[in-house]
């Protein structure tokens, strides 16, 4: 019996600007320095997600040095919400400055961890295909990551910092090195865990980057603090 | 990182600070008690400025809605009822009642304490008669002052008991992980305020229920899950980085920086670079280059005690009522800090000072003398601080921002006599020295390294720009010293420096009249050689029309090395 092992796959993302926002410093923004895992799974599911599987990343490489960036911007201080009829944005703005990544360029690294159909939520558990296996999703994405095709545009932290992306093959292209750069980062947001759907909570890891790389630990390890 | 880096601070310092729960605060009013607790008397703790005698007492709470005693002391609503609006007389009745039942409360916990039982006999027995006297009703007038009490033959007021520290705050909040430590502990729902320019309750992290920030129907401190301990660490670091005259908070135009190197010694209250960083920023007083560069290259000579692998950690922030926001975060270690610095400074220096030495300029004075002053104030632009400042750090170009702002005050300042060193005339010393440093850095970063701009005259300069600098001030020499008049600088040097080919032709044909009236044969042959070597350089195809912005600034810094050429002359001639 073949032992299953999760397919890994490797994206290069970058963009102009990136703003992934610290929670403490969440209404004047302040960037965190490098992309947590849980923008980088966003964009891999902006491509291609179904709930036959989840994405795990397990490595980040940062190619551009990083850079800081302030802006002030318009923004809308209340929420809107279905029981008011209206919210009326002229009256709610405030005037917010953020601290921003500029000219960001990552390489991340995910497995797509397939979920047996029975422990997936009850909510997902209607159709049952009888030829679903693991290899129909793996080439599913990668048809998808090489030309380009994706749900929704993939962005980095904030949805008006759009990504560009494309899909690298470790095996044979010829890789950027990463920066020269190492540093102990502190803890930053790992993830959201959505096992509680009514109360998520928040993850924590302890960031390790080693001249521009970083192993994201699996989200299951003593190594994330929930 | 930032809260990272202030806990760090904290940590390393941690002598310097007062046992967890406690606060330094103002008391006005201080109630001397017998041990039967009658009244000795009332005493009046402030001073002439109107506030309070300072003490380290159990910390404030933070009261956003609702009522919450502090503990042991409080303004005059919570301690004694007082209340100046008749329509607030029920609200301070249950607040005393509150104030009461927590002292109460911390007497179980330490029944012996004399304090606290004086305090209690004080309340039970003699408060109804207290708040029947004239004494009272004068405290009545003003129920925001601060009380708190003090036992007959104490030193110290029953407040400032470290034992009781660690009782000031027992709200109930939730565990969780804390994300600054990874640790499971105790949250804190609100934060400690960090107000810094008497912004009052502006604090580092405020979330503002139902105002959009709640994530996940989480409210305020839980959506950023830290730690009761690390809320006090880091508030406390920052409060004390940003204490009135501490020489680690700056501000430079309207922007406020906090900075520190940290420090391995905990005895050192203050790392030496800071201070320097400091005068660097602000200090106008004038001091030698030479000794500012020692003092840079002091952790390769070792002069100064810093450790060149400390890492020194920069803030820029700006404050509203509510809460603060980062507008620069910098941490890099002291000695490439040193080395941009020295760049800096090495990009500025130019010649033009009296005895030789060179002068030098704060990065303040450097943002004063291209702004605007009205009277007393200075306008400088809003974010023009914090680019220079970030530029200077980082080693890249000046803003441009700056080399516009220079080349407007020349020439609108240029019409102006004597304003008594309030504000710069003309091309002056700093002004050329930092359209020089701009040019210099600029062609530096964009690898044209071979244009490069010199501390002095420089004859083999071909730069069209510094060639019309040069001839316009030979000329305006010319009839300064042949007329003694400055109107050929006053009204062409706008026009000279942007369009010359319209203008040299005419101030080329004045100043050959100047020369024919003087009769200083030295003199008039020394200009006309002078003249003659510069057009002598100028390409067949005459004056350009046009000079691009570069050139401009470029034209700024000729005029200004000729013409101190020309005192470095005389003063060799009067020798």
Redesign the interface.
Known sequence: MNEYIDKEFCLEVWGENACFTRPEMKVERVSYDVITPSAARAIFEAIFWKPAFRWQITKIEVLHPIKWMTIKRNEVGALASTKVSHLFIENERQQRTSLILRDVRYRLHAKLVFIPFDKRPKKFQKDRSKDENPAKYNAMFERRASKGQCFNQPYLGNREFTASFRLVDTGTEELQKPIEYSSDFGFMLYDMDFENEKKPKSMFYRVQMNDGVIDVPDKDSEEVKK | ????ALVQYYKDHESLFPPEGGEEQNIDFVIILRKNGSIVSVEDRRNPDGEGQLFIIPKKVDRTSGKLPTLLWDDLEYTLGAYSKASARKGAQVKCQLFKERVRKLSTIFPDHTGLKAINLFYEAYYNSFIETEEYNQLSESPRATLTFQLQGDQTLVAEDERFFAYADDEKTYEG?C????ENDFLTRVFTPTPVGGQGKSK????QV????????REQGY????SKKIDCYFSRAFNRLNKKGSPNSLLIGERRYVFWATSKDSNIELSEFDLLFNKLMKEPIPQKVQEVENALLAPKTGIIHTDGEQTFYIMGF?QTKV????????QETVASLCQQILQHIDDLKIVGDKRGEHKFDSVSQLLKSVSRVEGKDVKIQSNLS?RLLSSVLEGVPYPVGLAQSCLRRILATLHKKDTKGKEEIGVTRRRAAILKAYINRKNRFNNHTNNQLSMALDINNQNLGYLCGRLFAVVDRIQEKTMESTSIRERYMNSASATPAMVFSRIMNLSNYHLAKSDKIGFVIMMEKLKGEIMSKIPSSGFPSRLSFDDQATFMVGYYHQRQSFFEKTTEESK
């Open positions: 990182m930032i809260i990272e992980i994300m600054i430590t990874g580092f992290v405020n979330f139902k105002s959009g920030y709640d994530s996940y129907n959506n950023a899950p830290i700006s809460r603060l926001s980062v507008n620069y975060w910098r914090e």
